[in-house]
């Protein structure tokens, strides 16, 4: 059974870090691209970073360029996603898919997702 389960997530305050992990289980993660998007209320679902299955090479979108980093550790079947210096506009439900093509930032690109977890940013 495919599965992708988030964690990490929470209330922090502005310039504060949280490190969010993505575990999967059901399939071989190194096969497969890993995304990490976020929701906010009333908003779309938007790409925020992308890492490939066949040499780890990322993406970011603009908005958090120089403030998250994604990394893959393929042994432990685990994503992560490292956020420094947080906004209050990086508040969102973040959730983790996974792609057996290409790394791309479009949600119809990934065949499988995760639950999501809650990243607030305020003082």
């Known amino acids: 059974q495919v599965q992708l389960v988030e964690s990490g997530g929470g209330l922090v305050q502005p310039g504060g870090s949280l490190r969010l992990s993505c575990a999967v289980s059901?399939?071989?993660?190194?096969?497969?691209?890993i995304g990490w998007f976020r929701q906010a209320p009333g908003k779309g679902r938007e790409g925020v970073s992308f890492?490939?299955?066949?040499?780890?090479?990322?993406q970011y979108a603009d908005s958090v360029k120089g403030r998250f980093t994604i990394s893959r550790d393929n042994a432990k079947n685990t994503v992560y996603l490292q956020m420094d210096s947080l906004k209050p506009e990086d508040t969102a439900k973040y959730f983790c898919?996974?792609?057996?093509?290409?790394?791309?930032?479009?949600?119809?690109?990934?065949?499988?997702w995760g639950p999501g977890t809650q990243v607030t940013v305020s003082s």
């Open positions: 890492i490939s299955s066949a040499d780890g090479s990322t």
């Open positions: 898919a996974a792609s057996d093509g290409i790394i791309s930032d479009r949600p119809t690109d990934y065949n499988f």
């Open positions: 059901g399939f071989t993660l190194e096969y497969y691209a």
